[in-house]
């Protein structure tokens, strides 16, 4: 940096009392081991590839591959192949990202990387 420039990293964040950025806690700035982090990304990774199988088998499966056999029931006058296809998978996917919400943020506690830092600044508590 040449004698004329100047560090504007400072005044571009705006930080609390404590020095932390505002929106972020003291716990943003903890240290995460690196073993802690590897078990949150692996629960997090099965998560993920549990909701991509329920994915590909409703909208692969239950709309294309399996849709003749589904077909020769039938689900509110349709046949069942065709109500996945076109109602049905709507209706898993809606479900899958409620699913997605609620298990990230159960793996972010369990793990303790959540953002639900009820004794930080910004969350109006007392630090």
Do not use: C
Not at 22 to 34: C, L, Q, R, Y
């Amino acid at each position: 940096m040449t004698g004329d420039q100047t560090d504007t990293t400072s005044s571009v964040f705006h930080h609390d009392d404590q020095g932390n950025p505002i929106g972020h806690t003291s716990h943003d700035n903890e240290a995460v081991s690196e073993s802690r982090m590897s078990a949150y990304w692996s629960a997090n990774l099965k998560f993920l590839g549990v909701l991509l199988v329920v994915w590909f088998a409703v909208s692969f499966g239950a709309g294309i591959i399996f849709v003749d056999t589904l077909d020769q029931y039938s689900f509110l006058g349709f046949p069942l192949g065709f109500w996945f296809a076109q109602q049905g998978a709507i209706y898993v996917f809606v479900v899958l990202i409620f699913s997605y919400v609620i298990g990230m943020n159960r793996i972010d506690k369990a793990h303790g990387v959540d953002d639900d830092d009820e004794s930080s600044p910004a969350a109006g508590g007392n630090a």
